[in-house]
T-cell receptor
Framework: AQSVTQLGSHVSVSEGALVLLRCNYS??????LFWYVQYPNQGLQLLLK??????LVKGINGFEAEFKKSETSFHLTKPSAHMSDAAEYFC????????????FGAGTRLTVKP | DSGVTQTPKHLITATGQRVTLRCSPR?????VYWYQQSLDQGLQFLIQ???????AKGNILERFSAQQFPDLHSELNLSSLELGDSALYFC?????????????FGPGTRLTVL
């Protein structure tokens, strides 16, 4: 079975500062890892995903994440936060070609201060 | 706009009642997933269908059932509703229904059980 742990339910940064949202995973098979963003009163939108190609994955809106097998981590970063980045971010894992039981983390709410 | 539609947007009902939530996947997507999002449980995978057949089952209660029709739309039926069933219910769709797929989420149906 797979699981993810998101460290920090709330993260607050100043506009222009580095954004770092942490995600650690557990999986008995090579994982597929995802970051989704949820804006208020909306569904989830994919930011990026890792599917065993390049370990550094670039996504939309300037976000990127690095898969580190030795640390079982898939942290999300963005060099410079914008006010529009304020949202809830979810890390998710699935594993095995036909194992579609995607497990989501508890989410991290990002606040961006002016 | 993800291309996934869900109806209704809001639903208010009483305990013991039965409701049906509807989802239309993106054009070309064969797989549909249902999720429940609540404050205490987070985002939980309920069930997945692929081209009309059930493919994976998560934390879905026996009081809940789903199906995918020949036109690929899906319905989630919730019966004998309890206060604790109040939540956001999301539908997602993907092309092939495999673990590496990107899942595209609808805007959700907010269910309130009084």
């Amino acid at each position: 079975a797979q699981s993810v742990t998101q460290l920090g339910s709330h993260v607050s940064v100043s506009e222009g500062a580095l954004v770092l949202l942490r995600c650690n995973y557990s999986s008995s098979v090579p994982p597929y890892l995802f970051w989704y963003v949820q804006y208020p009163n909306q569904g989830l939108q994919l930011l990026l995903k890792y599917t065993s190609a390049a370990t550094l994955v670039k996504g939309i809106n300037g976000f990127e994440a690095e898969f580190k097998k030795s640390e079982t981590s898939f942290h999300l970063t963005k060099p410079s936060a914008h006010m529009s980045d304020a949202a809830e971010y979810f890390c998710a894992v699935s594993g095995g070609y036909n194992n579609n039981d995607m497990r989501f983390g508890a989410g991290t709410r990002l606040t961006v201060k002016p | 706009d993800s291309g996934v539609t869900q109806t209704p947007k809001h639903l208010i009902t009483a305990t013991g009642q039965r409701v049906t939530l509807r989802c239309s996947p993106r054009s070309g997507d064969l797989s549909v997933y249902w999720y429940q999002q609540s404050l205490d449980q987070g985002l939980q995978f309920l069930i997945q269908y692929y081209n009309g057949e059930e493919r994976a089952k998560g934390n879905i209660l026996e009081r809940f059932s789903a199906q995918q029709f020949p036109d690929l739309h899906s319905e989630l039926n919730l019966s004998s509703l309890e206060l604790g069933d109040s939540a956001l219910y999301f539908c997602a769709s993907s092309v092939a229904g495999v673990s590496a797929d990107t899942q595209y989420f609808g805007p959700g149906t907010r269910l309130t059980v009084l």
